[in-house]
């Protein structure tokens, strides 16, 4: 909800909402007395759309200084934590979308930018309490922007209580398990890049174990098997990635290159995938001029996404243990299919190594990609959110500095997104199409489930309210 003041009267714009079914939430917020009605609007009035940008791009930034945490998994729980404690802080004060977890009352006039700023923070210091100097810089400064000392101080308490909350609701989640993982050396299942890192150790065996944050029947999710190694699409998938990811003697063009780099953020120091895909939320919104609910409901939405498609992947990833093209391509002469002819030098262009590392490939099971299906999420839920895939947008990489990716569509992006995988010759393209359509459907439950804005006759009720106590007010003055 955003107040703009035009020649002498203020002028209104309600939320957007996709949804109109009516919930306790709305009845409880249509029953509000006039006052509180007043409190809301006030509270909507002073909160900035760009606080919960402020604290996705603090969030970045924060994985960025922690390289023990820097994986696929951390990265995804981190930024759905994040902004579940965001859009509740958000839904609760400005009743303007169901919270996430059950939260207890704010005190009226409690400040939006003070909460979302608190409960960020709190979240961000459970996971990374080595940057703790560093989060309670970036809270001082966005609590310095809030000049209301009393609804600052409401902000604060109730910040800390939806902070505290979200991180006692996966303090135990299975995120720290240890999952016993040994490479069986068999035909087709996954081994180390013999080339360049031969004593690499799988990450994730257990992610997939995780507890989902939204879905309800996560098994419904998992991908069908791949195709078998004696298939014909194996053989085509094969054939693809053996001529288009090869570093040498490759059929790629120089845009196909620029587009597998592009993408990448696999090395250490990039911040996970999940940082890429979270500038790329930020840039949306940012050019779309959310309002303050709509940037909370938008973050959580494609957030908790990513989140519940990665354990979905993982999952797959170490049930189904297939090699990577590496290793495939290389020992084609033992696959069984005789459409498969093996290049026992073969080398892939390489997950980027950014000059820091060699050039390498990703180490855990190829199917599914987890890039793809992590795209497939977050493109499918900003689609979902605004009600179009048809959004002009840029994206810039750190893997590539002063590149700049244009699009006019989400599912353009998605799909490149996933064929940077078989550029950089790390995954077959099943492994790319299947995650895709999972990361979707991922999205489309979430959407439909989770999340709810709520129905906008309930915003044109407190604001009827708030007017009418307003002329009361004028008439008695």
Known sequence: MQFLRLNGCIKIRLPIVNSFRFNNRM????????????????????ARADVVIDWNRIAGDTMLGNQTLQNPGMGSRTYAMVNIAIHDAVGSILGTHDTFYRQSSPA????????????????????YPDQQSALDLALSNSLAG????????????????????????????????????????????????PTITPTQEAWGPGWGAMQPFALRNAPSF??????????????????????????????????????????????????????????IVQSIATDQQNDV???????????VAMADAGIVAWDSKFENDLWRP??????????????????????????????????????FPAYVSGHSTFGGAVFQAIA????????????????LPGV?????????????????????????????????????SIANALFANSFTAVPEPASLVVFGGALGCWVVWRCRR
Not at 337 to 359: E, F, K, M, S
């Open 404 to 440: 700049v990716r244009s699009f006019t569509s989400l599912s353009d992006a998605m799909i490149e997104n996933g064929r940077s995988r078989i550029y950089l010759g790390v995954h077959w393209n099943f492994d790319d199409t299947v995650g895709q359509e999972t990361g979707k």
């Open 27 to 46: 009845r409880n917020t249509m029953k509000l007395p006039l006052l509180s009605c007043v409190f809301i609007l006030l509270a909507a009035s002073a």
């Open 146 to 193: 809030v000049s209301d000392t009393n609804a600052r101080a409401l902000g604060i308490e109730f910040g800390t209580r939806v902070g505290q909350q979200v991180v006692s609701k996966r303090q135990s989640d299975g995120f720290a398990q240890s999952t016993p993982y040994t490479p069986s050396g068999e035909v087709g299942r996954w081994s180390p890049d």
């Open 293 to 303: 609910a709509e940037n909370a409901r938008l973050f959580a939405l494609t957030s």
């Open 384 to 399: 979902n959110f605004y009600g179009t895939d048809n959004i002009d947008f840029d994206v810039t990489s750190d893997e």
């Open 108 to 127: 009226l006039g409690a400040s939006v930018d003070a909460a979302v700023a608190t409960a960020a923070h709190q979240v961000l210091s459970s996971i």
């Open 222 to 279: 998992t991908p069908p098997a791949p195709p078998s190694l004696t298939s014909q699409e194996y053989a085509d998938a094969f054939n693809e990635v053996a001529t288009f990811g090869a570093l040498n003697g490759s059929s790629r063009t120089a845009e196909q290159t620029e587009i597998g780099l592009f993408w990448a953020y696999d090395r250490v120091g990039m911040g996970s995938p999940m940082r890429l895909y979270n500038n």
């Open 326 to 363: 590496v290793t495939g391509i290389r020992g084609a002469d033992l696959d069984g299919n005789p459409d498969t002819i093996a290049i026992h030098d073969w080398v892939p262009l390489g997950a980027p190594g950014g000059g820091v590392y060699d050039d390498f490939t990703p180490s």
